[in-house]
């Protein structure tokens, strides 16, 4: 096989990891409204020209934006209400504010009813009285998306019918997709159907407009792709002889890692494999679609658990924890080269956190993609200093970060460490660990590493009690929230002296 020529290295800059929905913002959670324009222009004025959020997708099991129902939706819940007002598809009492929505967290229970309730009354608005030019754009946008839109708004309308069961639980004929029931659905759900296609061109309609804003003041963005789709999507359901299921649509096996840093019995995720054999016979035209939407709407896109693509942890799914799994091979090198094929050389950052085998290695650097380098991982082994996530060993095909969405905050993980840990930390860094989160932001921003991101929580030197995500655990995560009042003009000018310092100049 020809090695795929490798993407231009990376220039040297530095970002920030926020997810949309922890922005400020009037209802109850961050969205595509004024708030994130705020954070652009926050971004440019600290020498920033990075922005990194997770997957957008639907939230699925436990609200997480890694359990989506689709591969390629956008999520619903960002869409700014305000933008909706705006185009007269809804009135001003339908932005009062209500009980329980709160400006440091996001109260999902609350969040979600609110939310959706505007948006169908939006939607039910723009049914009857949209203007001949938006029915036309919204016709457009269908006809552009229809490869996945067609099937996805089905099965959110008749995900709602059901009661929000599995699809494997569903009438028969729909859940093995008959055509005549298909059909008939269509018909008998004609306005849901409407409701959830509405919906996904005001997404996209919102985005291309941040995203076009975000260009103007020198800001890339970072989406995250997980690797790894939830049982129930509009994709497993639409395309099963894609994954490993058995007759009545249930994985026979599910992915998940090994015991590891985060769990000592390891995580199990619970997602279907795929059926790598199906994908390759036709050409990885899945995988292949999916980037392409992916760029579509980012500039840069972090893959998560890309080991998985040279080998990954297979669960019998009756297993309860993900002790009992093995690790398969997965044809990682040909898919990647079929995406070169197609796409061209792609800015993707491999998340290769974990069990990292040379044979993981070879693969990304086969592809050029930086692989992540977490500080808190650097520090109190007895190695002679080999570990990988110290900055001493470090290389400029890399992405460094203090800690990630699936860390504790520095704050946090500090005062939880060991004291092995902090003497290391002191002795290498030269530091008395009194603020260890802007410590390992200059760390971070002093590698050889290319790029440098850090976590909103880290710039604003929180405690761990305002972390994203606790891996392993299924609830009380992706709910953090800032307000403006907590950022300081300390804060701006300590990224842009950090930025000059270490020549992490807007890309």
């Not at 290498?428 to 760390?443: E, H, Q, S, V």
């Amino acid at each position: 096989m020809t090695t795929p020529s490798s993407p231009t290295r990376f220039p040297r800059c530095s970002g920030v990891l926020l997810h949309l929905t922890s922005l400020p913002g009037p209802h109850g959670s961050g969205d595509l409204g004024p708030d994130a324009y705020h954070f652009v222009d926050w971004l440019q004025a600290c020498g920033q020209s990075l922005w990194q959020f997770l997957p957008l997708g639907h939230i699925g099991i436990g609200h997480s934006p890694y359990m989506s129902s689709s591969a390629f939706a956008g999520n619903v819940l960002l869409i700014d209400l305000a933008e909706l007002q705006q185009r007269g598809w809804l009135d001003a009492d339908d932005l009062a504010p209500a009980e329980g929505l709160h400006e440091a967290q996001v109260n999902f229970a609350r969040v979600i009813p609110y939310r959706m309730e505007r948006l169908r009354r939006a939607a039910r608005r723009f049914a009857a009285s949209a203007t001949a030019q938006d029915r036309a754009a919204l016709e457009t946008f269908c006809a552009e998306q229809s490869a996945w839109l067609d099937d996805f708004a089905l099965f959110m309308a008749l995900s709602e019918h059901f009661g929000e069961r599995l699809w494997t639980t569903w009438d028969a004929p729909l859940a093995q997709r008959q055509g005549a029931a298909l059909q008939q659905a269509r018909a008998q759900h004609a306005e849901r159907i409407a409701f959830w296609v509405f919906t996904q061109w005001c997404f996209f309609r919102q985005w291309a407009a941040l995203r076009a804003y975000a260009h103007s003041r020198g800001v890339k963005l970072v989406g995250d792709m997980p690797i790894f789709i939830s049982l129930n999507s509009a994709d497993v359901w639409a395309r099963p002889e894609m994954f490993q299921l058995d007759a009545t649509g249930h994985p026979t096996v599910v992915a998940g890692v090994p015991p590891d840093y985060f769990s000592a019995t390891g995580q199990r995720w619970g997602n279907p494999h795929y059926r790598w054999a199906a994908h390759k016979a036709e050409g990885f035209a899945w995988w292949i679609a999916r980037l392409r939407a992916t760029f579509a709407l980012v500039d840069m896109v972090r893959i998560d658990h890309f080991r998985g693509f040279e080998s990954c942890w297979e669960i019998p799914a009756d297993e309860p924890t993900a002790i009992h799994g093995r690790w398969v091979a997965a044809p990682g090198a040909a898919l990647f080269a079929a995406v070169s094929k197609a796409l061209g050389p792609l800015p993707i950052i491999a998340e290769d956190l974990g069990v990292i085998t040379p044979e993981v290695t070879a693969l990304r650097q086969q592809f050029g993609f930086p692989g992540m380098r977490i500080l808190q991982f650097a520090w109190g082994e007895d190695d002679g200093g080999k570990n990988a996530y110290l900055p001493h060993n470090h290389t400029h095909d890399t992405v460094v970060y203090p800690g990630t969405h699936d860390n504790d905050t520095a704050a946090g993980w500090w005062q939880s460490a060991p004291e092995a840990v902090r003497h290391h930390l002191r002795e290498y860094l030269a530091c008395d660990g009194g603020d260890i989160a802007w410590t390992l932001i200059r760390a971070a921003s002093a590698s050889v590493a290319d790029i440098a991101l850090f976590a909103m929580q880290d710039v604003l030197r929180l405690d761990g009690s305002q972390r994203m995500n606790t891996p392993g655990t299924p609830q009380g995560n992706w709910g953090w929230r800032f307000t403006w009042d907590q950022v300081q003009p300390g804060h701006a000018a300590g990224l842009v002296r950090l930025g000059q310092l270490y020549n992490r100049r807007p890309a």
